[in-house]
């Protein structure tokens, strides 16, 4: 069975400019994560899907952030426009309905110069 | 709010055992979880705690208690592929069944 997949691994930008993070569930997990995670830290929420909606978004800055996941299963994290502190690895992580156990995307690494 | 504590780093040696602590302070705990984190990879599940007690799976085992609000995560015949992050994860039924990590125990393995 795949894993959550990621996409870009890696990506480098100038403040200021946008950026997007795409993330592909494991089939049939229902609930999606985006996390924030500064170096020597644990893993921040950002955002919490249940199916297509988003049942918690308390901790997403919503002035540069947003995010969607139009159809329940694939989401993007989209940063617009970026800034020095938001240099991060940006996780994905899903679960399923019969599991509160989270599974995790390899993430990307976002550089903001 | 929720509040969870571990240690910053530890080293031990091949073929040691290490315990990692860790405590939380929450409401409507609902159970804890162990992940392991290599470098620049994804945390992956080790355990998941939700009554007290201990969980043993090969070389790793997680203890939790409940009333004092801790748990451990003992690793016995270390091998140096073990030398990573260990985080230690609440989720809290008050808050939505949110997941909310500690700072994660950074472990290196000497040989």
């Known amino acids: 069975e795949a894993g959550v997949v990621q996409s870009p ?31 020597g830290q ?3 929420l950002l955002i919490r899907y249940e199916n297509e909606e988003a049942v918690d978004d308390s901790q997403l800055p919503k002035d540069r952030f947003s995010a969607e996941r139009l159809k329940g299963v694939d989401s993007t994290l ?17 679960t399923g309905s019969s599991t509160d156990t989270q599974y995790f995307g390899p993430g990307t690494r976002l550089t903001v110069l | 709010g929720q509040n ?18 860790c405590t939380y302070q929450t409401s409507g705990f609902n159970g804890l979880f162990w992940y392991q984190q290599h470098a620049g990879e994804a945390p992956t599940f080790l355990s998941y705690n939700v009554l007290d007690g201990l969980e043993e799976k090969g070389r790793f085992s997680s203890f939790l208690s409940r009333s004092k609000g ?9 091998q140096m ?4 992050s260990y985080l230690c994860a609440v989720i809290s039924k008050a808050a939505g069944n949110k997941l909310t990590f500690g700072g994660g125990t950074r472990v290196l393995v000497k040989p």
């Open chain 2, 70 to 78: 801790y748990s451990y995560l003992l690793l016995k015949e270390l």
């Open chain 2, 81 to 84: 592929k073990d030398s990573a």
């Open chain 2, 4 to 21: 969870i504590d571990q240690p910053t780093e530890m080293t031990a040696t091949e073929g040691a055992i290490v315990q990692i602590n």
């Open chain 1, 78 to 94: 989209k940063i617009q426009p970026a800034e020095l502190g938001d240099s991060a690895v940006y996780l994905c992580a899903t």
């Open chain 1, 42 to 44: 644990g893993p921040e």
């Open chain 1, 9 to 39: 691994r890696y990506k480098i930008i100038e403040k200021k400019q946008p950026v997007a993070f795409w993330c592909n569930p494991i089939s049939g997990h229902n609930t999606l994560y985006w996390y924030r995670q500064n170096l």
